[in-house]
């Protein structure tokens, strides 16, 4: 989820040359509604990547707080431009299992989401 178009479309487009499928949502609020869309159709999602700040909508921490209580088991990856704001510092407090600061590459997304996807295994 980021209210960026083209991180969206470049991650998924990167994503899915990785061998992975995926969703892509503007906002927070949009995110959940597929969450819940997957989950009622036997269709759960691996983990989320979630942008912490979105203007115009529901941000990554909000949206989070929302899935957790769909799905207490979701995996998820908070994105932000502002590495030092509270959450990405101390994302595990906010029941974030990993965080990327952007800009990152999309190797490190990759990695970050082989990493975990590898520990829950």
Do not use: N
């Not at 927070?28 to 115009?56: F, H, I, N, Q, W």
């Not at 707080?65 to 595990?92: C, H, N, Y």
């Amino acid at each position: 989820m980021d209210d960026e178009r083209s991180l969206r479309t470049t991650s998924l487009a990167w994503l899915k040359m990785k061998g992975y499928a995926g969703d892509g949502a503007a906002d927070g609020k949009e995110a959940v509604t597929l969450y819940r869309e997957a989950m009622d159709s036997d269709r759960r999602y691996d983990a989320v990547v979630l942008d912490l700040t979105v203007p115009a909508g529901m941000g990554g921490q909000e949206a989070f707080q929302e899935l957790l209580r769909i799905d207490p088991q979701v995996l998820g990856i908070v994105t932000s431009g502002f590495p030092s704001d509270p959450v990405m510092a101390e994302f595990k407090a906010h029941g974030f299992s990993a965080a990327l600061a952007k800009p990152f590459r999309l190797q490190e997304l990759t990695d970050t989401l082989e990493g975990l996807l590898k520990h829950e295994t």
